[in-house]
């Protein structure tokens, strides 16, 4: 479970996010829906440990993370995290199955990797430059290598924010289904795709406002 208390976010000088208290339970789906800038990627890059919390806490099932070192919250979100960027980050002149097995020099176990493909369709891609795919094909390669180290929680900022409606469902149905049995916390703009998740969460009604300081 991971449960933020207080929260809030400074950025020097500039601007100030103040979160209502949230609680994630193991297990769901969760979509978090907001205005531009109200605070969402601040809140996923929180929660995994790449941002420091200003004031406040998350807890994950029960561990306070502003409590660790930046190097223990690192190795946390390596072993437990999966984080499914925006911009995909993925290494466009490498293969697929390049960018997934990567991750074994972090010490990730890569074994069940065409398992996944083949769910997200595309196996067949396995040994093609990432340069050479869609934008739907990248954000399933991102998926992959995201599920791939068999996380607890699962973070996914805007998976559908580069493609179009039906290709965008199809990857958010896939990415519920593939994560069935971990927390998900998936941000979008797109409202029609809510009835995927088990809980849709207003972060403009879970910040207590953005504030210049
Ligand atoms: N590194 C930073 N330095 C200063 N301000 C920042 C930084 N990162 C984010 N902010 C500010 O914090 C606020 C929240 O940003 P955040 O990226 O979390 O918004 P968001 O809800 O993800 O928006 P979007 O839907 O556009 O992605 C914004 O006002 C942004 O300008
Ligand atoms: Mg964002």
Redesign the pocket.
Known sequence: MICTKNLS?H??N??A?DYHDMTFEDGKSYMLL??????????LNMIAGILSVDSGSIEIDGVDMSLKTQKERDKFRIQKIGYIF?DFKLIPEMTVIDNINILRLEGVDTSGVDEILAKLEILDKKNKKVKHLSGGEKQRVAIARAIVKKPDIILA??PTGNLNFAIGEEVIKQLVEISKGKTLIA?T?DERLSSYFDYVID?NEMTGG?RDV
């Open positions: 976010k950025f020097k500039e601007t996010i907001g205005a531009s800038g109200c605070g969402k990627s601040t809140l925006q900022d805007e941000v703009h972060m953005r």
